[in-house]
């Protein structure tokens, strides 16, 4: 039962470079979204989707992409790294609005 | 718009000492509550959660009630081990997916 699964789980950058982060679940969810964790400031969402092809900006959306082709996975993309966005990424999803969600064991993320 | 505010901490204590983080939110209306909690190196994982005033969550030993009154949500438990030593989230959704959290509280406990 593999739940959220988030690779890679640690990665380097040099500014200017791009990536993605992938994250993939295995409980037909449809919500799934990314979120961002800097110290003192508790999670803050990047992006969402509510299902496969519909996404939506949350609080800090700014240099990421996101897209949902399928119900399952949801990709994060950095397209120009920059050191700002030096982080640990969570992934989450759940079955409905209002249910708690599932999270991933995240990406901690070093730009240089 | 809705927003989460909890006691940042650090906190430190002894084992089996009594543990509490206060949390309080604004919403316009009456959100789902939730505490979460993240191990060193892990995700968050859901503690216990509250879907309606003067409900109760509870789970491990840890209880929180949804309080109207003082839109609040404070996290207790009453015996503390080495085990529980983590960051704990407060974190509240409204009538959508979007969970908003508060800054997380570090709990350290010493044998």
């Known amino acids: 039962n593999a739940g959220v699964t988030q690779t890679p789980k640690f990665q380097v950058l040099k500014t200017g470079q791009s990536m993605t982060l992938q994250c993939a679940q295995d409980?037909?969810?449809?919500?799934m979204s990314w979120y961002r964790q800097d110290p003192g400031m508790g999670l803050r969402l990047i992006h969402y989707?509510?299902?496969?092809?519909?996404?939506d900006q949350g609080e800090v959306p700014n240099g990421y992409n996101v897209s949902r082709s399928t119900t399952e996975d949801f990709p994060l993309r950095l397209l120009s790294a920059a050191p700002s966005q030096t982080s640990v990424y969570f992934c989450?999803?759940?079955?409905?609005?209002?249910?708690?969600?599932?999270f991933g064991d995240g990406t901690r993320l070093s730009i240089l | 718009g809705n927003s989460v505010t909890q006691m940042e901490g650090p906190v430190t204590l002894s084992e089996e000492a009594f543990l509490t983080i206060n949390c309080t939110y604004t919403?316009?209306?009456?959100?789902?509550l939730f505490w979460y909690v993240q191990y060193p190196g892990e995700g968050l994982q859901l503690l216990l959660k509250?879907?309606?005033?003067?409900d109760k969550g509870s789970n491990k030993g840890f209880e929180a009630t949804y309080r109207k009154e003082t839109t609040s949500f404070h996290l207790e438990k009453g015996s503390v081990q080495v085990s529980d030593s983590a960051v704990y989230f407060c974190?509240?959704?409204?009538?959508?997916?979007?969970?908003?959290f508060g800054a997380g509280t570090t709990v350290t406990v010493r044998a």
């Open positions: 974190a509240l959704i409204f009538n959508d997916y979007k969970l908003s």
């Open positions: 989707s509510v299902g496969a092809g519909i996404t």
């Open positions: 409980m037909n969810h449809e919500y």
């Open positions: 509250a879907t309606k005033a003067d």
């Open positions: 919403a316009t209306g009456y959100p789902s």
């Open positions: 989450a999803s759940s079955y409905s609005d209002g249910q708690p969600q599932h």
